[in-house]
């Protein structure tokens, strides 16, 4: 358990208990309404954390580096929006596969087009952002995610060559 | 107890194509499983507190008040609400959505929505510490820089391109995620 999870278990049992002070009953309906958006969503969230793993059995890190590695150019930065749109992979997997790719020779650009759609383009979510969102709304926020992850990978690409 | 198997069974059905490719001697087949094991328990460990922060929410504050902090009118001040929760955040993108449903119902503004979930998606501090210290200084800085500016125009940009069936769709989610909770 890193800090980050403590400090959020010691502001919920200090909100809990200030709560349950000023107000048994409206505590008690707070973890009703809890539990129940936490029931509604457990399904879909438990099929996400599965596909997780079985993408995870396909699409390895070597598989990543053959295809994020080898291709440069505009042709490498799409296969790495693609992948990192399709594929959910946690941060603390994401950052040191990068890292390694980039003493690989990968470029710069191809590396931020794929953490930038890893992180905020979510094609395995989508069903579950929508919803939340509705399709409309949850289509249009990915399309534009998408958009600027590549044309932002060529400025990220460009500036770590430019600037000192 | 019918239902509940019905409900999760696509949960199950992942679960037992784990653990084939776990037991088939697939190379891959360790790290997938610990890959979703690990996963698995980050949720159940910070879902439940997060979930209960927003009952609190839910039954303490009350609509007024969340729109004068951060609907449609709150500008400046209900943006910067929404970076600083949103980077505050733990937990993958998808744990964000459940929230918005709370934050939509409690009057908080599309746009200042979209900011929250662009924040929690790139802005995550625990998330930037370990990009610093993988990809180093410059490379996250760059990406820093341009995710903030990016955040909020590009949430501007999403609200404005929404149709009139993107917002009656938005709006009957929060009415069918209300009936799910009440």
Redesign the interface.
Same mark, same amino acid.
């Given at each position: 358990? +890193?800090w980050? +999870?403590i400090a959020?278990?010691l *502001?919920?049992v200090l909100? /809990?208990g200030i709560?349950f002070v000023k107000d048994k009953q409206?505590?008690r309906?707070?973890? &009703? &309404?809890?539990? &129940?958006?936490?029931e +509604?969503?457990l %399904?879909a969230?438990? /099929?996400?954390?599965? *596909?997780?793993? *079985?993408? $995870?059995?396909?699409i390895?890190p070597e598989v990543i580096s053959s295809l994020i590695g080898e291709s440069s150019g505009i042709w490498g930065v799409m296969v790495a929006s693609f992948l990192g749109s399709i594929t959910?992979?946690?941060?603390?997997?994401a950052? %040191?596969l990068?890292?390694n790719l980039?003493k690989l020779n990968a470029g710069?650009t191809q590396?931020?087009a794929f953490?930038?759609t890893l992180?905020?383009v979510?094609v395995v979510?989508f069903q $579950?952002?929508?919803?939340?969102? @509705?399709? @409309?709304?949850a289509l249009?926020?990915n399309v534009?995610?998408f958009i600027?992850s590549v044309l932002?990978a060529f /400025?990220?690409g460009g500036?770590?060559i430019w600037?000192p | 107890m019918a239902a509940m198997i019905k409900r999760y069974r696509m949960f199950f059905l992942l679960v037992i194509i784990n653990l084939i490719i776990l037991f088939s001697g697939f190379e891959q087949g360790p790290i997938a499983f610990k890959a979703a094991a690990l996963n698995l328990k980050e949720m159940l460990l910070v879902l439940p507190p997060i979930f209960i922060l927003m009952g609190l929410l839910d039954v303490w504050v009350k609509r007024e008040t969340m729109i004068v902090w951060m609907g449609d009118k709150s500008g400046f001040k209900g943006m910067s609400l929404a970076f600083l929760l949103g980077s505050a955040a733990a937990g993958p993108l998808y744990a964000a959505f459940p929230i918005t449903y709370t934050m939509a119902k409690k009057g908080v503004s599309i746009t200042n929505i979209l900011v929250f979930l662009g924040a929690w998606s790139t802005l995550k501090i625990p998330l930037l510490l370990f990009e610093f210290s993988n990809l180093g200084v410059k490379f996250t800085l760059i990406r820093l820089f341009f995710n903030v500016f990016a955040i909020a125009f590009l949430s501007w940009l999403v609200k404005g391109l929404m149709t009139e069936r993107d917002h009656r769709a938005f709006e009957e989610s929060i009415v069918k995620n209300d009936a799910l909770s009440d």
């Open positions: 358990m +890193n980050f +999870n959020l278990y *502001v919920s909100a /809990v709560s409206k505590t309906m707070a973890f &009703k &309404k809890a539990f &129940k958006s936490l +509604n969503i %399904p969230m438990l /099929v996400i954390l599965m *596909v997780i793993g *079985v993408t $995870m059995a396909w390895t959910l992979i946690p941060g603390f997997i950052f %040191p990068a890292a980039l710069y590396m931020a953490i930038s992180m905020m979510g979510t $579950m952002e929508t919803k939340y969102l @509705g399709a @409309g709304l249009k926020r534009a995610a600027y932002i /400025v990220i500036l770590m600037l | -």
